[in-house]
């Protein structure tokens, strides 16, 4: 670490079950001279960054459940510079403990339900755990109220007041004698100290926080025939009118606050003040929610301005300047020709089957049944690939979904066989097409061929009389509904099997049928092929709904501000779903346009905002049927999204989830240095060129969690304005750097 680190820190326990606070609006504090002894002048002392834990709230109800421990570090806490920086450095610790930081060197304290006090280490700065072992006392303090500590004296308090004193031999290491100095003494300020709203300690500093008002009192040296201990002494108001009910020292001069409202942009909104007098620093950041306890020095000075917050080793300090647009992907020219490869369960091949390419969008707005309407056949060659070359002259219903999704022609391919035992296979691969020059100049996606599809057991109605199976009773069990709930999935993907009931086992096999694998089987085409004078493929829409969408987020850290926009004419793609065997597969992607342009977006949010963005778009589930001479010869599911489409008396686009857990100092030092590139003080750049990354988890429909991606362009943007605290702000690509156009989406350090 580039910081000093000396020990007697500010220190609290902390073990709420979950941190719901609830505060009136914003009140400016009533300054009050300040009795707070001054920290000694120390022109020595190099402590301008402070460990800061935060016990995460528990996330299910269950007793024997752990809540997550998670490191910070408070950069400049007494500056104008402040910041939170997360380190990503976790734990784990039982919802039933208490937790405590120890005074200083990093120790911690967990006071176990079963009886234990437990010493632990912080060595993440050195590539360790946040939670080594040191030593485990015979100490049960699991019914305190509260335990504040600075390293060597452990006041433990009461319900009702009272308050026992320990005294640690080897407060630098944890691993000495606690030994009681103190029984059961009561008095005014130890019985306001356990009823306050929080409570934390400073070298020989008691401060607590009642209903606003911040008060204060020393921890006295106490000389007595059974050996030293000490007294609380005093009572200071420090300020009055303090709009938080959470509060911590990250050292003597200092206090950091905590507020929780209900509005998602604000909650947990960290505030930094000096006192004597107390006066305001710093809006921090916002979303940080839990138990905060410090692990501060006895000294504060300010971190140098220039030098934007860091965690570990400085940041590289060469690189390129980013200014202006970016170079974007290479757009790929017009075709009529789409292409594709459809395969057997185990990846070979699956030669000679028919393919039958629809025009999906045709008539998707119809309540009732209608028929696909077909625009070319083709079959698959010894290698499973096909490919299909559309007429020059679309038929105009054709040519008037293509015109109204902005130049960008969806399309279905659809393969169908039985395999040497006798189980019926489908395949159903979505992709789109862009035909014409005009529609190229508004669309980065360009064509969406050459996917290899997979046939996979079509058993689930083969009578065609299976009703839908979805069930909202259950639809909370499902993995799309624990996606929705839960934090960002940025980088993953969502998981190609799911089931809209449950969620499926990680051994799923959806090529067991009656105990077989046919997986490897081979496939003969249908007797009667599809896209024949006597069958046809009917379409039932079966339910449809208007989900918000993540189609993009912007980023900004340390001195910087985020702007995110999006216009509907953009192309978006979405996963479709198609379920043929009783469980949801994810298949290619559907472009998503609209005629009429409407800009959406967040400008110049920050600094510390990351959020997603999401639009409306109308989804819809569809039973499919293919029908020869009358009878029903297969019948699949699928879910594939409309159009852009706000809901009456709803908003036209609405902001995420925080993914600001991506950006800082300790993402920064884990990047391809290749990928990285800083903007000067009071510069910006922009995404307006180039792919977005896949957004894992963008929808929840009908108990499905599909994905979605965005193309850049003069429309749709991602970008970043810097501030002019510090000479560089870095900002780094997820898949390139942002002048290489493939970055997908950039992180600001």
Not at 6 to 25: D, E, F, G, N, Y
Not at 264 to 291: E, F, L, M, N, S
């Amino acid at each position: 670490m580039a910081i000093g680190r000396t020990r007697r820190s500010a220190s609290r326990a902390t073990w709420t079950a979950c941190a719901v606070l609830v505060v009136s609006a914003s009140i400016a504090p009533q300054v009050i001279t300040s009795a707070q002894p001054a920290a000694a002048a120390d022109s020595d002392c190099t402590t301008y960054s402070v460990p800061t834990y935060v016990w995460e709230p528990a996330t299910t109800n269950n007793i024997a459940a752990k809540r997550v421990l998670r490191k910070y570090m408070e950069w400049g806490p007494k500056s104008p510079d402040a910041a939170l920086l997360d380190t990503l450095n976790t734990a784990s610790v039982p919802r039933t403990s208490k937790v405590f930081t120890g005074g200083g060197d990093g120790i911690l304290y967990e006071a176990t339900i079963g009886g234990q006090v437990k010493a632990y280490k912080d060595k993440t700065a050195t590539g360790g755990d946040l939670l080594t072992p040191v030593k485990t006392y015979s100490l049960n303090w699991s019914s305190a109220k509260r335990i504040l500590t600075n390293g060597q004296w452990f006041l433990v308090f009461a319900s009702d007041g009272t308050m026992d004193v320990y005294k640690q031999s080897s407060p630098a290491t944890g691993d000495g004698t606690l030994t009681r100095v103190v029984n059961g003494t009561k008095s005014s300020i130890t019985t306001a100290i356990s009823a306050a709203d929080d409570a934390w300690m400073v070298n020989s500093t008691m401060q607590w926080l009642k209903d606003g008002t911040v008060q204060q009192s020393s921890l006295l040296p106490v000389n007595l025939v059974t050996g030293p201990t000490v007294r609380l002494s005093g009572t200071t108001e420090i300020a009055t009118g303090v709009d938080a009910t959470q509060a911590w020292a990250p050292g003597p001069g200092a206090v950091s606050t905590q507020t929780v409202t209900d509005d998602p942009d604000t909650t947990g909104q960290v505030r930094t003040y000096t006192t004597g007098p107390w006066t305001q620093v710093d809006d921090v950041r916002a979303g940080i929610v839990g138990d905060i306890m410090a692990d501060a020095g006895p000294c504060l000075t300010d971190p140098d301005p220039s030098v934007a917050p860091y965690f570990g080793i400085p940041p590289d300090d060469t690189g390129d300047a980013v200014t202006g647009d970016p170079a974007g992907d290479t757009i790929a020219p017009p075709s009529r020709t789409v292409t594709g490869t459809f395969a057997l369960g185990n990846g070979q091949p699956a030669p000679g089957l028919p393919v039958t390419v629809t025009a999906p969008d045709v008539g998707i707005d119809a309540a009732g049944e209608t028929k696909q309407t077909v625009v070319g056949t083709t079959t698959t060659g010894p290698d499973g690939s096909w490919s299909l070359t559309l007429p020059e002259a679309l038929p105009a219903s054709v040519q008037q979904v293509k015109d109204d999704n902005g130049g960008v022609l969806n399309l279905e391919a659809v393969a169908m066989g039985t395999t040497s035992s006798g189980v019926k296979m489908l395949a159903v691969d979505t992709l789109s097409a862009i035909t014409d020059q005009a529609a190229v100049d508004t669309s980065i996606a360009g064509p969406d061929n050459g996917h290899s599809v997979k046939l996979i057991p079509n058993t689930v109605d083969a009578e065609g009389n299976l009703k839908d199976t979805f069930a909202a009773s259950t639809e909370s069990q499902t993995y799309a509904a624990k996606v929705e709930n839960s934090p960002a999935v940025v980088d993953g993907e969502d998981p190609q099997w799911q089931s809209d009931t449950a969620t499926l086992p990680a051994d799923y096999d959806p090529y067991l049928v009656d105990g077989k694998n046919v997986a490897a089987e081979t496939v003969r085409p249908p007797v009667t092929p599809m896209g024949s004078g006597s069958c046809d493929t009917i379409r039932m829409p079966i339910s449809s709904k208007i989900k918000y969408t993540v189609v993009g987020e912007a980023h900004a850290g340390w001195d910087a501000k985020a702007t995110f926009e999006y216009e509907s004419s953009m192309n978006t793609s979405v996963e479709t779903a198609i379920k043929s065997n009783g469980d949801w597969t994810l298949g290619g992607s559907k472009e998503v346009s609209h005629s009429v342009s409407i800009s959406v977006g967040y400008t110049n949010k920050g600094p510390h905002y990351a959020k997603q963005y999401k639009v409306p778009i109308e989804y819809v589930k569809i039973k499919n049927q293919y029908i020869c001479s009358g009878s029903v010869r297969s019948t699949w599911y699928k879910i594939e999204a409309k159009r852009y489409k706000a809901p009456a008396g709803g908003a036209l686009g609405k902001v995420g989830k925080d993914v600001s857990g991506k950006d800082g100092s300790a993402n920064f030092n884990r990047s391809k240095k290749a990928y990285r590139n800083y903007v000067e003080r009071g510069g910006n750049a922009q995404l307006s060129r180039g792919k977005s990354i896949k957004f894992g988890g963008a929808v929840s429909f009908y108990g499905v969690s599909m994905g979605a991606k965005t193309g850049y362009d003069s429309n749709h943007k991602q970008k970043i304005t810097a501030g002019n605290k510090s000479g560089k702000h870095w900002v780094w690509g997820k898949n390139g750097s942002i002048s290489s156009g493939k970055a997908g989406v950039f992180y600001s350090k």
